[in-house]
């Protein structure tokens, strides 16, 4: 096997350094070796949006870009996805393995005793103004969840994080759905022990005045599916907003309220709606060569194209794609869909997008799904934010587990104006 390292010369000095290879990766800290001058104190690496950092070793997701392949634990997306139960594949993301049979049970019976929330809560909910975002109430009360749950501070007991995670998987979409009737100025509606994941979802934000709400079967699945293919995607924007708070040992709950609140900005949780916004402003299919030629000609932004980490078809998008005709023979199919379509096959077929690698991506078609599914776009990052609860949880529960883990604190470099005197005010100006 060829040596596992690589030699850098400081051609301010002369010197030459060998760091060791780990999987392919440098130790950032190695090169505080590495010092030009006497007073210095070393190299370090900069990359402000960590385009080339790795930040944290996983177990937990696998994307290879290039190839538009996304695992969980080991498993394709594409079979979790058309085989899975949400709950199933959220115990896997969690503790490694698919359930067995009681194990699935017990989960199951754990996570739906966990969904009430303290009447509080409601309370809490109700101080907003009527046509507050549904976002920053779910930031909100998700932070509050602390005070309910004192023993949450303990997150060095795995028993103890083991509870909160099961709290915070069935409480998330009770909070979610509070959020919206509130929204709505709708009474609230308490979770219902008898349905599936989703179905619950579902019914707490729909049910009127009948004595029992039911879901129609392929929304439920639609939604189901969804929220898997939502599940995790490695060291986003959210899950590593996860992992800082998480460093210094905060409470899970103010750590999810920390992940939410990166979620919800436009270039992470609210890109579909983003996408939405585009194909409504683009108006019919034949305005979209004019749109397309705006793009190309530095006017405008296309919008669901592109990912940092995928080259290639995002896979969560064929899924979507496919799921998105389910949804439409009973919905209606979306207007929006058919200036979406031509879009796609225009920008597939160019070579401007094709030799930037420009592909749909996850949002491309969920928002298209989720807005003929009867939810307002303001609700997309919250829908986002329920199932992403898991990977999130999963994420802090193995920093935690890590014997070498430490506070996250990286370094900067200064550009600021050297050391100078102070001047008091009556000399200033």
Known sequence: MADQSI????????????????????????????????????????DPALENTAVAR??????????????????NIEDLAKRGDFLEVAYLVLYGELPSASQLEAWIYDIKHHTMVHENVKQFIEGFRHDAHPMPMLVSSLAALATFYPD????????????????????????????????????YVYPDNDLSFAA???????????????PNPVLERALNTLFILHMDHEQNCGTYAMRVAGSSLADPYSCLAAASAALSGPLHGGANEAVLRMLTSIGSKARVPEFVRSVIEGHGRLMG???????NYDPRARIIKELADEVFAVTGTNPLLEIALELEHIALSDEYFISRKLYPNVDFYSG?????????????PVLFAIPRTVGWLAHWNEMLSDPHHRIVRPRQVYEGVGERPFVPLERRG
């Open 58 to 75: 996983s177990t937990i997701t696998y994307i290879d870009g290039d190839r538009g392949i996304l695992r969980y634990r080991g498993y």
């Open 200 to 214: 619950n979802f579902l019914t707490m934000l729909w049910k009127r005045v009948e004595p029992r709400y039911a």
């Open 305 to 311: 194209f592109g990912h940092r980490v995928y080259k």
């Open 368 to 380: 298209l799904i989720y807005q003929s599914m009867g939810f307002p776009i303001d609700m997309f």
């Open 7 to 46: 030699t850098i010369t400081d051609n301010r000095t002369g010197a030459s350094y060998t760091l060791p290879l780990i999987d392919g990766a440098v130790d950032a800290t190695l090169l505080e070796r590495i010092h030009g001058l006497e007073a210095d104190h070393g190299v370090f690496s900069l």
């Open 152 to 187: 949450s501070r303990e997150v060095t007991d795995p028993a103890v994080r083991d509870l909160q995670i099961r709290r915070s998987i069935a409480k998330v979409p009770t909070l979610a759905a509070y959020a919206y009737r509130h929204s709505q100025g709708l009474f």
